[in-house]
């Protein structure tokens, strides 16, 4: 090794002590952990494969699992779409554009802890903002318990959580909008390109590798989502909105079963890596320096 070599490294120590003591050592453990039976962290039992048996074999890990992929495809679907249109319409000249965009990072830049606490409020059956708007608009006869009902439940928190991401999403494309030169955009145009034509010609293919990082990023964004969840409704009405991290939360610290707890953990951080995989090599396309 060489001077610049272990310059290059020690540059790099923080880093690395930073990931080995915050990621890859719990994950070991976590890993570990899983293999065993034990309650409120101590008597550990090996009980090799049990855990993860008793969890598949668990109806609450199926419906906590479906949740999840509901959670986060419905998600990623409104976080990719609307953020597109909203990028594409401030990519556009016109008055107020920098205070629209502005005011947009409002929801980006507000703790999901505040965003929790007013969804509660504004939801709330009786009190709640907006059942008092639609019961005087005569839309409804009477008050909707949102984060109450086992079919509201969970499109009330995806809605939630796609309003809070919507400003990052509207970002990453609106930068990759801003680096396609205008001078294309006037040669489409004399050539008689529509619209349409420019979106799907032109700027389709140019933003396609960031849409694709974006994919990735909401898919796992969504998929690891606790807060929001926990804090509104704690995985009910009866399992509506459990997931797969609030029923990880639940094992660990209300059941007080680690093993159990960890064995949902190592499936879902194992899943999630094999997913990463497939994406990145198989379907993402990455940035072509022209």
């Known amino acids: ?73 419905t998600g990623l679907i409104l976080q990719l779409t609307i953020p597109l249109g909203t990028a594409l319409l401030l990519n556009q000249r016109f008055g107020g554009n920098t205070f629209a965009r502005a005011t947009m990072l409002v929801p980006w830049i507000t703790p999901s802890v505040i965003i929790a606490i007013m969804a509660r409020w504004i939801l709330e059956p009786e009190l709640g903002m907006l059942n008092s708007i639609l019961l005087r608009l005569g839309i409804v006869d009477d008050p909707i318990n949102f984060l109450g009902s086992t079919t509201a439940a969970l499109p009330t928190l995806i809605i939630a959580q796609t309003w809070q991401f919507i400003p990052f999403g509207t970002l990453l494309i609106l930068a990759a909008l801003q680096t396609i030169p205008r001078a294309l955009y006037d040669a489409m145009k004399v050539d008689g390109a529509k619209p349409m034509q420019l979106f799907r010609y032109l700027i389709v293919p140019k933003i396609s590798p960031m849409i694709g990082f974006m994919v990735f990023l909401a898919f796992v964004w969504n998929f690891n989502v606790f807060d929001k969840i926990w804090l509104t409704t704690q995985g009910g009405p009866v399992n509506a909105t459990m997931t797969l991290p609030v029923l990880v939360y639940k094992r660990a610290f209300k059941t007080f079963r680690m093993g159990q707890s960890s064995a949902v953990g190592t499936i879902t951080v194992v899943g999630l890596i094999i997913l990463g995989i497939i994406y990145f090599k198989y379907l993402w396309k990455p940035i072509k320096q022209e």
Do not use: C
């Open 1 to 73: 090794m060489n001077k610049k070599q272990a310059t290059g490294l020690l540059y790099l120590a923080p880093v690395l002590i930073l990931i080995i003591a915050f990621f890859l050592y719990p994950s070991i453990s976590i890993i570990k952990t899983s293999f065993y039976q034990t309650r409120y962290g101590i008597n550990f039992n090996f009980a090799g494969l049990k855990n993860y048996l008793v969890i598949f074999g668990d109806e609450v890990f199926h419906a906590s699992l479906v949740n999840s992929l509901i959670w986060t495809v």
